[in-house]
């Protein structure tokens, strides 16, 4: 007995460590997207921050800028829930946003679900802007990035319905690689004819907890063993979806076979 309770202390600490180390030692995530629309040659990276949920602990700032200074992306996408519903001190959020943004690369942000649960909204969004970042509040820029254009579409959270298609394709015209920055992946099943080329989102935080086999049990928006758990999806004759499972956790502060990530989207030419 003695011996077998040793074992169930040993198997719980192992798990305790295995669950910590996924919460909160981040990867980069590799993701290769091909496409005709780019030139010979054409390539665009893309670092995808997502869901951080005001996440702070480790020294977590310093170590992802750490890491994009040497990534050197053409642009950052921050696709929701960078700060908690519950967050009221935005102090150490912005000082990572100043940070960011004193590497001169191009940030741009659309709204999470938890942006607009917190009652702080408006001087939240009025930091990031403050600070330089792009809201993409339901409309749309066109960038030229390595010679490659680009046309960039965000719309504000759809899972709680602040989204508005008609107004932010308003100006859109149809012949540039088109990216839709959309929070909650489930965009694509409320319009499933949006004329894009990629999505990207976040929101499901990739089930938080995986199993083998099984894979996320369940996740915002998508119910129990969500088919838009994590990973890129293809849903429509040369569309894709990149659901990105995000740095921080919601509800319960674990992560299981499921480690924290930000992604490195790399669009290049199909040849």
């Not at 600490?13 to 005709?36: E, P």
């Not at 076979?257 to 199909?270: A, P, T």
């Amino acid at each position: 007995m003695k011996f077998l309770s040793k074992l169930a202390v040993g198997i719980l600490g192992m798990l305790s460590i295995y669950t910590f180390c996924n919460s909160n030692v981040f990867k980069i995530n590799r993701v290769r997207v091909q496409t005709r629309k780019f030139p010979l040659n054409g390539k665009v990276q893309i670092l995808q921050i997502s869901d951080m949920h005001n996440k702070r602990a480790w020294g977590l700032h310093k170590r992802l800028l750490y890491k994009i200074d040497k990534l050197h992306p053409d642009m950052i996408v921050l696709t929701g829930d960078l700060v908690d519903r519950k967050t009221k001190d935005f102090r150490k959020i912005f000082t990572f946003i100043d940070m960011l943004a004193a590497t001169k690369i191009p940030i741009f942000f659309v709204t999470g679900n938890h942006e607009w649960g917190n009652s702080k909204n408006k001087q939240f969004l009025t930091g990031l802007e403050n600070r330089g970042v792009i809201i993409l509040s339901n409309k749309a820029v066109e960038l030229e990035l390595n010679s490659v254009k680009v046309t960039l579409v965000g719309i504000d959270d759809t899972s709680t319905e602040h989204e508005n298609i008609p107004e932010a394709f308003r100006h859109v015209k149809n012949d540039a690689y088109m990216i839709l920055l959309s929070h909650s992946p489930y965009v694509i099943k409320k319009y499933p004819y949006l004329p894009v080329d990629l999505v990207l989102s976040g929101h499901t935080h990739g089930g938080q907890i995986r199993f083998p086999i099984i894979g996320a049990v369940i996740s915002p928006g998508g119910g129990l063993f969500p088919e838009l758990d994590k990973g890129l999806f293809q849903w429509g004759r040369d569309k894709y979806i990149y659901v990105d499972s995000g740095l921080g956790t919601s509800t319960i502060p674990i992560r299981f076979l499921n480690q924290s990530q930000m992604s490195l989207i790399q669009i290049e030419r199909d040849n």
